[in-house]
């Protein structure tokens, strides 16, 4: 097991700096692809699912904003994600949905990765800063969760994709609720 080494110029190794590195690539592919399923939901006149991915393309963009900061503050250097492959065009709904939910299992797995390298390596400032993309994670699962049981709980014939958007807004109070928040931090 390595351990964190410090020099006066830096506090994160250059694995734990790469490491960031990628997951700011996954944050800023995260807002690039929630923009993108905004955009496709407000042509479809899925205006309240739309605005609600809106929303969070520019909550991720604060994530990955989050993490540049950490590292080049430790150090390191943050690099500008090269973002392409998003995808722009969608079947239905719940797809979009569906692409959230698989998205974000994503995002936690990689994070979780990187908590673990940090305490592997004993780099527990890290591992703090870390903690609060953790807890964010849990949320954004149990968001994205709910998104897709609601298309099995109301249906998608007749009204029930005009129920599915409305219903699409109440999500934050939903995963506030359940996650034991009163008001949230959201970035």
Excluded at 4 to 21: D, F, G, H, K, V
Excluded at 138 to 166: K, N, P
Aim: glycine share 6%; aromatic share 10%.
């Amino acid at each position: 097991m390595k351990k964190q080494t410090y020099t006066p110029a830096r506090s994160i190794t250059p694995e734990i700096e790469t490491l960031l590195n990628k997951q700011i690539v996954m944050e800023g592919k995260s807002s690039a692809a929630y923009l993108s399923m905004a955009s496709w939901c407000d042509t479809q006149g899925y205006e309240i699912s739309a605005e609600f991915l809106y929303k969070h393309s520019e909550e991720e963009r604060r994530h990955m904003l989050k993490l540049f900061r950490y590292v080049n503050a430790a150090g390191g250097h943050a690099l500008q994600p090269e973002v392409t492959g998003i995808k722009h065009e969608f079947k239905s709904l719940r797809e979009v949905f569906e692409q959230v939910l698989f998205h974000e299992i994503e995002v936690t797995k990689s994070i979780n990765n990187i908590v673990d390298q940090c305490l592997q390596i004993k780099d527990f400032a890290t591992f703090n800063f870390l903690q609060w993309y953790v807890n964010e994670q849990r949320e954004e699962e149990t968001l994205a969760r709910r998104a897709v049981e609601i298309f099995d709980i109301i249906g998608e014939e007749g009204v029930g994709l005009f129920m599915i958007d409305q219903e699409v807004g109440k999500l934050e109070a939903y995963a506030a609720r359940v996650s034991g928040k009163i008001g949230t931090d959201r970035g």
